[in-house]
């Protein structure tokens, strides 16, 4: 149970085009999703709070006209990389809880972006 | 923000050996994780132990919450056992994040 999929696994991408990633929490409901960055050999970074039906919440530093978050559902959250320049490739993670068990949080698979 | 400190950075076993990663972190928290990321970046949820002890196979883990701190027990470690281990301590509200400590990068060697 608590399973988080994300879509897609890997993109490549034009410098200027946008892209848009997907994360779905397929058995459970998700009021609140989370949004990680990860660049190589190093750890993973917040980047913002996806909250159902209102504002994400950016974590300091993160650019919100970049990095666009939709939460329209209770198991859909989208990040799109808007204007995509070769410093935003990255592996984008994200995570999700099923509150009402005690998994703790749940990670999708992570989309690897390359600008080119 | 909580501060989390992971320890060895790196560690090099050969196949069969047991070993501990500890994480120490700097404030109270309600949640802790310990996750295992894969060579593809999947990150897969070992224990979700805020405290106390937990087993799974050969695989423990225990967080002792009052000393702030977390060990992540392998034994008989197998080759699979690579790859990088994360700590990541945090709330237990549902907007409660977690921060994750800059991971232990593991070799196990055959």
């Known amino acids: 149970g608590a399973v988080v999929s994300q879509h897609p696994s890997w993109v490549i991408c034009k410098s200027g085009t946008s892209v848009k990633i997907e994360c779905r929490s397929l058995?459970?409901?998700?009021?609140?999703m989370f949004w990680y960055r990860q660049f190589p050999k190093q750890s993973l970074m917040l980047m913002a709070t996806?909250?159902?039906?209102?504002?994400?919440?950016?974590e300091q530093g993160v650019e919100k006209d970049k990095f666009l978050i939709n939460h329209a559902s209770l198991t859909l959250s989208t990040l799109t990389v808007t204007s995509a320049h070769p410093e935003d490739s990255s592996f984008y993670i994200c995570?999700?809880?099923?509150?009402?068990?005690?998994?703790?949080?749940?990670f999708g698979s992570g989309t690897r972006l390359t600008v080119v | 923000g909580i501060q989390v400190e992971q320890s060895p950075p790196d560690l090099i076993l050969q196949e069969g050996a047991n070993s501990t990663l500890r994480c120490n972190f700097s404030?109270?928290?309600?949640?802790l994780q310990w996750f295992h990321q894969n060579p593809w970046g999947q990150l897969i949820n070992l224990f979700y132990?805020?405290?106390g002890t937990k087993q799974n196979g050969r695989l423990s883990a225990t967080t002792v919450a009052t000393e702030r701190y977390s060990l992540l027990y392998i034994s008989s470690s197998q080759t699979t056992d690579s790859g990088v281990y994360f700590c990541?301590?945090?709330?237990?509200?549902?907007?409660?994040?977690?921060?994750f400590g800059k991971g232990i990068t593991l070799s196990v060697r055959p």
């Open positions: 404030d109270s928290v309600n949640n």
């Open positions: 058995d459970f409901q998700a009021t609140t």
């Open positions: 996806s909250n159902e039906g209102s504002k994400a919440t950016y």
């Open positions: 990541a301590p945090g709330g237990t509200g549902a907007n409660s994040k977690l921060t």
């Open positions: 995570s999700a809880r099923a509150t009402e068990r005690n998994y703790g949080y749940t």
């Open positions: 132990i805020p405290s």
